[in-house]
Every structure is written in C-alpha cells, then in structure tokens.
Nanobody, 120 residues
Framework: QVQLVESGGGLVQPGGSLKLSCAASANTFNIYIMAWYRQAPGKQRELVARILTGGSTIYVDSVKGRFTISRDGAKNTVYLQMNSLKPEDTAVYYC??????????????WGQGTQVTVSS
C-alpha cells in the first residue's frame, strides 16, 4: 500500500509561484513513477507532469517552461514548482504514483488533492 499526502496549494495572483509537495509512504513497495494531475471544474482530469525513477520528465504543453517536477528519492517525495501562474492553472492538483512489488506488478495510487487558485 502507498499513501500520498499533498501540501502547498493555495491562492496566488497571476504571475505568482507556488510549490506543491507530495510525500509518499510506500512500505515495501517500490515507487516507479510519480506524477501530478489536475482537474478544473467541469473538465476532465489531465496529466500535468510525470517523473520516472531515473529522472526523466514529461510535461503537458500548457505548462512547459513554467512548471518543474522534481523528486527526492530518499524522502519518496515529489515536488511541483509552478511559476508564472495563470488563471487557467486553477484546479485541484492530485499527486499520483505507480508502485508495486515489481515492475510487472504495479498499482495506481492517488492523493486527496490540493486546491490551487490563481486569481487577482
């Protein structure tokens, strides 16, 4: 089992910055992928950024150059540094992890979500 606890959301003005954190408690499982998703009102949940164990990252086009995902393997924590925030970044942000006892046996885990509101 893996538990994900997010923190760092809040209200920020356009152009501002926020940093989200997600701490994972994985017990005996290995965490292979960690990611951030977001869901705005009336919209589907979308992938924002993903980071693999080796450090490879991917981003949705709308956040490239503004958001940075990073991971502290020793702490099993993933971060999302969000700069130059726009009102359209307003959403509930969810931490996600793929973890399991082996690469061929993975499970999906979600955090409870943290609200990010970008507004003047």
């Amino acid at each position: 089992q893996v538990q994900l606890v997010e923190s760092g959301g809040g209200l920020v003005q356009p152009g501002g910055s926020l940093k989200l954190s997600c701490a994972a408690s994985a017990n005996t499982f290995n965490i292979y992928i960690m990611a951030w998703y977001r869901q705005a009102p009336g919209k589907q949940r979308e992938l924002v950024a993903r980071i693999l164990t080796g450090g490879s990252t991917i981003y949705v086009d709308s956040v490239k150059g503004r958001f940075t995902i990073s991971r502290d393997g020793a702490k099993n924590t993933v971060y999302l540094q969000m700069n130059s925030l726009k009102p359209e970044d307003t959403a509930v942000y969810y931490c996600h992890a793929e973890a399991g006892s082996s690469p061929n046996q993975r499970y999906q885990y979600w955090g409870q979500g943290t609200q990010v509101t970008v507004s003047s």
